[in-house]
């Protein structure tokens, strides 16, 4: 926050000369509000702290691993979902769509399913027309 501070003027209200001077609220003396370079200095400390936390969970996990003699078949994650308890079925997996449209400038595709993005309508409402965006075949 600045704050503006003019000279006084005359008897009769009117300003003799103008005197500005610009008085800034938050400077480094400031004690509530912590300068840049304590704030990065505290984001350091706590990205060191943050990997060494996880350095030690990951050994821990490790550790637990090594103890009940795990593989990765062992491990079960979201590869199938249950229809029955006698049987599962593998989760499919569907390709992915080929992007039809991209913004050559920041790279932004669209497969042209579904909704039409932002991008392309704010495009079209400027005049330009889809055929502009096609992806080339290759």
């Known amino acids: 926050m600045l704050e503006l501070v003019l000279g006084e003027g005359d008897a009769a209200g009117k300003l003799k000369a103008v005197d500005v001077t610009v008085v800034n609220c938050f400077s480094s003396k400031d004690k509530d509000m912590p300068t840049y370079v304590e704030l990065t200095a505290q984001i350091k400390t706590l990205q060191k702290q943050t990997e060494a936390v996880r350095q030690t969970e990951i050994s ?10 795990l593989a990765a078949g062992n491990l079960v994650f979201a590869t199938t979902r249950s229809i029955s308890p006698k049987r599962s079925v593998p989760v499919s997996k569907r390709d992915a769509v080929k992007p039809r449209y991209q913004v050559p400038t920041s790279g ?6 579904g909704m039409m993005p932002r991008w392309v309508k704010a495009a079209l409402e400027a005049g330009y027309i889809r055929e502009e965006f096609l992806v080339p075949e290759i």
Do not use: F, G
């Not at 821990?60 to 003699?69: A, L, R, T």
């Not at 932004?108 to 399913?113: E, G």
């Open 60 to 69: 821990e996990v490790k550790q637990e691993i090594s103890d009940y003699n």
């Open 108 to 113: 932004k595709i669209w497969s042209s399913r």
